[in-house]
């Protein structure tokens, strides 16, 4: 095709989009502001009401927090109130039902349900996520009055509200935090764009854009654990089994429909492919728990296909996933290196990324222009593009599970392989020891805790901090771990024993297995084939 | 969205900018105080104390970490020697199967070797001190009494980081009694009693069921009741020792883990692989005179902090 041919299919698929993100496709206009303005009331009420149900009062801190919410929203349409009985405006508010929304927000919540099905605390955590769909919807409204815009009531703020959720929570006593988290996504998507494709559009993901901000804080001030679920959030969204391949079926959907699979692909394909070189210098797995993590699967599927906040042409996508995959990798060591939170790793890079898209859409229209560009680039209509990436990405991803390359059996989150690592004195293999441990000490391993106890009363990996040791001694014995509660009866000394059934059944959960049924002689068979030494006694293997 | 244009959509845009910058800046500011701001609105968390300031507490130094004002700072010497330990059917009736010395005999002879007790429970000041000190993150309930009630709830964690604080406090102190400081210089350290050392302070050497003698008695300890009472409220003059609410008030932790008897004090650093579980001693101001007596005994898990479970403090060589 020529480069006029190939500007034209690119103007015909931009209409398109722009049909899709406008007012013409899929809405309707309710005629007046009176009949719109009742439902802000109405949200807030349902906040209020919202905060009598007994997950929420069982927390005074949230409780407060719902309150808090419905107050600015009632203050805010008092304000509104007044201006706009001295203003008049025209219309309220129209039904926009956007593809990219409702599909989106589907299969997020299949993500949720089914992680809901292996960790408990997700169906626990619907009503806050009732209130929060409750509050972004009454927030957006009042938003778009506010700036005398017409309101689109779709799917729009479920999508944002499931995307956020679905990467970090605030703990109950700071849930205020999540209302805030929430705010800002929606106001950095109104007030904070740019001109893109003649038309003004807002420059960051909603949730990428919010996350992101509110990351850096987390990291500034070192309260991730205090404050938020971050690290169990996403050290639980693997246990499921087989979630790599639900989020890859949840995948091909948004791939499908949205033409999205060079973004998510490319990304996948770099991580698959740094963490295939890394391996292959160090002889260790760069990620614990698979070639890449779940949720870095799920951050690649969720925070980077936004149509509106990536790159339109082929090119700019693959460039794009590329440039994520990189960052990722890139992140996850920094993030170790300094000491924060390693699930940063998927969030930190999208609003860079979203700041790049303009740049990134011009170098690519100058390498479009150019005759090398055309000679190879086969002229394929879109659809035809899109399956055939969706083709490759299938023989991917199918290759690396075949591999054992995903939810398979993955080395990375073996302890004794990391053990015997450290004292191969192999590449960040005394870091991941500490890492994996802390990992499974979150997730009530109280062998872990201890270990890690040890690691810092001893000094060996890490640098000896006495007040660390008896802090992770101190979970280790509340987790019922006796030699955990004996060291710390005698500070200085490092009591210690093999893990307990308990133990095994996390630490030896690879592949997001759920072992809470398994039977003793079948733990410690599996234990054994981990490397467990003192299993194989048990079960009489050599 | 419709966009309005000109002055106006600027001026709306301003202000859109300014209350994200605001949002932004009340989260910063919200994760920058961290837990230690919050933590008294919840019902379940954990909390720092708000600072109070010297306060006076009768009978306690505000100016040595609110310990009692005696001679060595309310700890009691308990010398050298051999107690009858458990419980023996055939004298005492209530005794349950579990204090049982062995299936010869009912009751054991164990020597236990000096340490000193503290005479009354830890208080909500004297833990209270602590809190501020360091910013240790407890239970949001332990300020709710006032300051010479016994502190409860109390893990058995929470317990041994107020003894391991109090050692350092007490070893850097010059107002610490010579007597302490050499102890602490010799190694002994403030740690909980086990559970021999504190069923030979409670009931001594001659065997009686109950501190002050062999019956229950509404006026010499705090049980059956709906609360707890400030710390030495009951004068004991016919204890063996002048420690105070042996019985009753609160359950207090002890360095023992829960093992069957004949007790043998080397159990504390075996059986590692048993899920752990302390024994606590004492009753509690709910409890019935059974539970009272000198050789009951009970367990929980080191995490677990119960309305019904304080500690009192020793220093021990071990």
Known sequence: MSSAGKRRTGRGRREKERRDDGRSSGESTTPSLRQGFWLPPALTLALVLLSFVPRVRASSALTWSFWGAALALLTWQAVLFVRLKREPAGSSLRIALFPHHYVQASMQLVVFVYWGLYWRPVSEFVWLLVAQLVFAYAFSMLLAWSRRETYALGFGPVAIIFSTNLFLWFRDDWFYLQFLL?????????????HRDGRSRHIFNPSGFSLGLFSVLLIATGMTSELTLGEIIASTQGTGPHMYGVLFLVGLVVMYRFSVTLVAGSAAATLFGLSALYTAWTGVPYFVDSEFPAPVFLGL????TDPSTSPKEP????????????????????????????????????????????????????????????????????????????????????????MGRTDGTHQGDRVPFWLEACDDDRRNACDRVVQIEGVFCADDSGWSCNELGGHYLRGEIVAPDSAQALSWFARACRLRFQAGCVNLLEPGTFSRTVPKVLDLRLLLREGGQDLTEMSEPELYARACEHGWTFACDRVGRP | MNHVKGAPERSISRVGLTALIALVSIAAVGMYMGPSSSAATSGTGSASASPVGPQQVAGFRSDAWYLPDTELLGFVEISEGPFLMGGDVTTDPQALDHERWSAASAQGMVNVPTFYLGRSEVTVAQFRAFVEATGFAADVRVFQAPPEYPVRPISWTDALAYSRWLQSEMEASPSTPPVLRELFGEGWRVTLPSEAEWEKAARGADGRLYPWGNEPRADRANFGETGTMPVASFDCSECPYPVFDMSGNVWEWTRSPYEPYPYDASDDRESLEADALWVIRGGSYQDSARELRAASRAAAGPGVRRPFIGFRVAISRF
């Open chain 1, 182 to 194: 929430i705010a800002v996504g929606f106001l950095g998507k109104e007030f904070v764009q740019w």
């Open chain 1, 315 to 402: 090119l700019g996508k693959l460039v794009f996933g590329g440039l994520y995959g990189v960052g990722v990798f890139a992140l996850y060591a920094m993030l170790a290196r300094i000491g924060a939170p390693l699930f940063y790793d998927k969030l930190l890079c999208v609003p860079l990324l979203n700041l790049s898209v303009r740049r990134i859409d011009s170098t690519v229209r100058f390498l479009q222009d150019s005759a090398l560009w055309n000679r190879w680039v086969p002229d394929w209509a879109p659809a035809r593009s899109n399956l055939v990436h969706l083709s490759l990405w299938i023989v991917l991803f199918g290759s690396m599970t075949a």
């Open chain 1, 301 to 304: 599927l969720l925070l980077i």
